[in-house]
């Protein structure tokens, strides 16, 4: 049996239980306490503020957790990177007042900022020789330089809207943040094959993502440039029709450069093309 610390709301934590389930580890959200035991999967989910994931994985009071790597970053605590999930993007950036005409970091100097992640500000203040007074708050950052208590502010950024309804401007970008799997350094052999099986279903679901199972029917005249065109794992499956001037192509195409593809291969005289949505891919 492991344990994961996961967030207790908020978009972490639904991004984190769609993972979950789409890896077929099952938790049942209606008996959501404290700590959950999986009935499918040998796992017990412990839910926490996410500020308090990485010293509960450090401390071994959980043994993996899924958390921001922002908090990561700030609490600076013992914990291996065990997976990069690739969801919950965000940046943390400095911003200040539109007004302002910012010409580098040199115009921090002196200025108070206000912000929730002390540490990580510190350590790039620090960097570019420059000091400035860190006001730490929690919660509703962005407010402070309007009703005067900072200068500028060091935040969470997604899409930057909170930032324009306060007349901020993005000036720096001091960290890309992303969702990662994070585990106690010492964990024993059973855990960590536990914790193997977990990732190689997590990869099996993230290969799948953006991605499409392609069928098509193809005349044997043109097939090698249709197959020039299909950007397949390796090869394309190719199956013999009844009628031998003709052919059935399989493949998976990327969402990105799906209709491009798609394009060239009715030029190129491809008919009956199906499309399907992939669940898991094993590579």
């Known amino acids: 049996m492991i344990r994961i610390a996961v967030q207790s709301k908020g978009r972490l934590y639904e991004d984190t239980m769609h993972l979950l389930s789409e890896a077929d580890i099952k938790i049942n959200p209606s008996k959501r306490t404290l700590l959950v035991q999986s009935p499918n999967f ?3 989910v412990l839910y926490l503020r996410d500020d308090d994931i990485p010293q509960s994985v450090a401390s071994g009071v959980a043994d993996i957790g899924i958390v921001g790597e922002n908090e990561m ?3 600076g605590e013992k ?3 065990a997976y990069r999930l690739g969801f919950s993007k965000c940046r943390l950036s400095i911003a200040i007042p539109k ?3 910012y010409d580098g970091p040199q115009w921090l100097q002196g200025k108070k900022i206000a912000t929730s992640y002390p540490n990580i500000l510190k350590q790039w203040l620090d960097k570019q020789n420059v000091k ?5 708050i929690t919660g509703s950052v962005e407010i402070s330089p309007g009703i005067g208590l900072s200068d500028g502010i060091f935040d969470i950024v997604s899409s930057g809207s909170t930032l324009v309804s ?3 401007s993005e000036v720096e970008t001091v960290i890309q943040s992303e969702a990662l799997l994070i585990a106690n350094p010492n964990l024993s052999e059973e855990k960590r094959e536990i914790l193997n099986e977990m990732i190689f279903r997590i ?4 290969e799948a993502e953006d991605k499409k199972y392609v069928r098509m029917n193809v005349p044997k005249d043109r097939l090698k440039e249709i197959i020039g065109v299909l950007p397949g794992l390796k090869s394309p499956t190719i199956i013999p029709l009844a009628d031998d001037e003709w052919c059935s192509v399989h493949t998976v195409l990327n969402q990105k450069r ?3 593809i798609i394009g060239k291969l009715k030029e190129f005289g491809a008919q009956g093309i199906l499309v399907t949505p992939i669940e898991k891919m094993i590579l």
């Not at 400035?132 to 730490?136: G, K, L, S, T």
């Not at 990869?203 to 993230?206: C, D, I, P, T």
């Open 132 to 136: 400035a007074e860190i006001h730490v």
């Open 42 to 44: 040998p796992v017990e």
């Open 99 to 101: 007004e302002h005409h």
């Open 258 to 260: 799906f209709w491009e």
């Open 73 to 75: 970053m700030e609490k």
């Open 203 to 206: 990869e099996a679901v993230k």
């Open 79 to 81: 914990v291996d990177v």
């Open 166 to 168: 306060n007349n901020l």
